[in-house]
């Protein structure tokens, strides 16, 4: 069925005169990613053609997903808005409070037994509110919202990283903190700094083992993981054209690893051919009338360096599978004879443990069969599996489905493991060690996004490596990480070498989807009556209590931890287990910045308290600096809080005390999460002047009474040894920002507002 089927006619009866409006305020043709922009203005009236980069605007999104982790905190915050509906369509998702451990039934039912509060928590508050509820097991947010929301044309945003996943049907689709749902389900403006324009041009076609993984690998590669940092990639070209709608949002997704704001690709027929199919023809049959304006102007696509800030070209004939990591995504590597060699001078264990396939990024049906291929070949060929095999649908419809074709029977055949339709080892929730810390060196790969240090299984010692499915597979059925399908042999049951030929697949099944129970529960029309209820001796959710603003006389401040290095939303607020505290604030800030690494002694929650000069964990530390009433700063490297949209990792310094963040750079989400919750996030000036500040520091703000947009600020940094250092410091608030600092948060203002 086709949800909110008026909402996108509306979108779709108002874009080409946004779009020819936009064209005039420009003076120029424009790109899918503009159109889409400026045809979701907040003042649809605006004479003003947007600096990219610079300029703050103000947008009206569509629609809203959240998934169970994050929905909590951010229905928490909504609840205290003062509305009785939310204000556009919403959802919530629950997919990452189920570990994976035995199989689908047994992990689906012990996830209801230990997480029942909290799914029972979301269920009411989405039906109070009228927010659509998928229920645990229904599959992973990104595949779930492309099989049934994501439109051409349209804007989403999501309280996960990975809402991006929804530019594999045209969509912008952002990934936010949860005070930036909120205030859109309150019906206000959502901010957004005019993003910068990356235009990626394919060529040729892919062929072979090479797969829409591999683009988006070889992207990161390009780019780096903040290469794409306040900006939109647009996906152009025949190679584009010729790729599934699937194997779009597989390249989309991973967009997250580069920084991106979001990835999108113009409209045309492979989308049109899987909306169809997941039952939606009459959103096809509404893009078709405006399909001119869902995608790029002509003049764009001929000449893009004349309307990209950046363009990047890559022959899709020419591209081989790759292998990114360990422990970061852009660490790209052919298959083979590279690998062997990198892998020996770094010393990476060429033995592989596990493939694990699924994900938001890889779990569709097309990728589920091109991996059911190699896993068939090595059935017919006599081949044992080297390495375990896990397998995460990406829904209950492509469970049913794979499993009513018997690709799921496949994978069975040789042991592999189905776990439930849920994110599982991709964000931690793998109980694959008892204990983690202590587990031993070892390599996997797998098809999901991201590969930092201990994010699959909590093992600082687990080298993981980004693949596609099918390249998966074959390296699990061969236990070798340098492993080359296209060129090595491998010795069967009966002592014979035999290869695999290359990966076959569907785009779409053949059969068309089906599905018994998708798992979804409309909310009431009128949720008044649903009570709500939290515990208040709850250990797993708690009501919150607004931030107090933390005032423009800030002196006497200490340092709680220098970071050094890659410093992500993993290292400052860990999900795996904790992500059962993700709905009470104080619990989950145990766990704050517990993964960053300390400057001084380069050991990890192991800071000096100020206040006895004894080194203890960074939450002990900061909790007796909150109880002596002492602010405390955080100091950090570049692309600070890059990886999940987690707003825990703003929230939690915030609740214990922290007043400011100070780095070489932020990654975008987090910068704006840190100013949602009322918090100072700067960077250097001078970015050696990181090197200046000292274990023992006393800190000093000389200027914040004259906070201002576009003004630096200055810190006295005053040493042990009583010498000082003043380091000056940028910040990118504009006025409506400084209001939520003043305030104490954005939602401190929206309930002001509301009031």
Known sequence: MAFDIDMIKKVYAQVAERVDAARGVTGKPLTLSEKILYSHLWDVKTKKAFTRG??????????????????????????????????????????????????????????MNTSSEVFNFLESVSDKYGIGFWKPGAGIIHQVVLENYAFPGGMMIGTDSHTVNAGGLGMVAIGVGGADAVDVMAGMPWELKF?????????????????????????????????????????????????????KGTICNMGAEIGATTSTFGYDESMERYLRATERAEVADAANKVKEHLTADPEVYANPEQYFDQVIEINLSELGPLLNGPFTPD???????????????????????????????NSSYEDLSRASSIAQQALDKGLKMKSELGINPGSEQVRYTAERDGILGIFEKLDAKIFTNACGPCIGQWARYSDPKNAPKNSIVHSFNR????????????????ASPELTAAIAVSGRLDFNPLTDKLLNEDGQEVMFDEPTGWELPPKGFEVEDAGYLAPQEDGSNVEVKVSPTSERLQLLTPFEPIGNEIKGAKLLIKAFGKCTTDHISMAGPWLRYRGHLDNISNNCLIGAVNAYNKKTNFVKNQLNGEYDGVPNVQRAYKAAGVPTIVVGDHNYGEGSSREHAAMEPRHLGVVAVIVKSFARIHETNLKKQGMLGLTFVNEADYDKIQEDDTINFLDLDAFAPGKTLNIEFVHADGSKDVIEVNHTYNDSQIEWFKEGSALNLIKKQNA
């Open 54 to 111: 610079k300029d703050y605007v103000d947008f009206a999104p569509d629609r809203i997903a959240c998934q169970d982790a994050t929905a909590q905190m951010a229905l928490l915050q909504f609840m205290q808005a003062g509305k009785k509906k939310v204000a556009v369509p919403t959802t919530v998702h629950c997919d990452h409070l189920i570990q994976a451990k035995v199989g689908a039934d047994k992990d689906l039912q012990s996830a």
């Open 451 to 466: 590969n930092f240090a201990k994010r699959a299984d909590g093992n600082p010692n687990t080298h993981a490596f980004v």
């Open 331 to 361: 660490l790209s590597t052919e298959v083979g004879i590279a690998m062997t060699d990198k892998a020996k001078a770094n010393d990476w264990p060429l033995q592989v443990e596990w493939g694990l396939i699924g994900s938001c990024t």
């Open 195 to 247: 993003p910068k324009l990356i235009g990626v041009k394919l060529t040729g076609k892919l062929s072979g083992w090479t797969a829409p993984k591999d683009v988006i690998l070889k992207v990161a590669e390009i780019l780096t993981v903040k290469g794409g940092t306040d900006a939109i990639v647009e996906y152009f070209g025949p190679g584009a054209t010729s790729m599934s709608c699937t194997g």
